[in-house]
């Protein structure tokens, strides 16, 4: 790929822009994707959620300072839509987030595009039992496998509470994993 600021150029010039941005969406599409699913559970909600996040990179690409990665920033929006979503979702449910999730979770297995064994639906379990913090620095950190710094970019967050959260979230994990 190009460096970065180069690409970041591309994107933010009116003539490449719409050239660059599908090859930012062929880089980025499937991580972003696994992502969002892994906070809403959902094939169909998740493929809305990425679609509003990549609408709203393209459209406030020109603000992107480049202070942090241009993924982190791309995982901040991804990660803020779907939170919205969520939100949005569990309000127009009558539910709260939790419960939202908690029944997402339950349909999980039903859903065709879930192919995950047991021991998986399991683990998908015990990470939505924990709150939503912890939830998404063990994503993050477990599945997406980004460092604690990049992490920090993403969430705005410390890297020491980053630490914190992730050690709590797994200690929770295997506890829940180890009592069933």
Excluded: C
């Excluded at 892994?38 to 990179?57: E, G, R, W």
């Excluded at 979702?89 to 979770?105: I, V």
């Amino acid at each position: 790929m190009l460096e970065e600021t180069e690409f970041i150029s591309k994107l933010k010039s009116e003539e490449t822009k719409d050239a660059a941005f599908k090859k930012l969406i062929s880089l980025y599409h499937k991580r972003l994707y696994w992502h969002i699913r892994k906070m809403v559970f959902n094939h169909d909600d998740s493929d809305d959620v990425l679609q509003n996040a990549f609408i709203k990179i393209y459209k406030n690409i020109h603000l992107f300072k480049g202070e942090s990665k241009l993924y982190s920033w791309m995982y901040r929006i991804a990660t803020n839509e779907a939170i919205t979503f969520i939100n949005k979702k569990a309000k127009r449910s009558g539910f709260t987030s939790e419960e939202l999730k908690q029944h997402s979770l339950n349909s999980l297995e039903a859903d065709v595009y879930f192919d995950g064994t047991e021991i998986q639906l399991k683990l998908q379990k015990a990470i939505a039992s924990l709150p939503e913090k912890q939830q998404l620095v063990f994503n993050m950190k477990y599945f997406d496998d980004l460092t604690y710094e990049e992490l920090s970019e993403i969430l705005d967050t410390s890297v020491g509470a980053l630490k914190s959260s992730y050690h709590i979230a797994v200690k929770k994990i295997t506890a829940l994993l180890t009592e069933n």
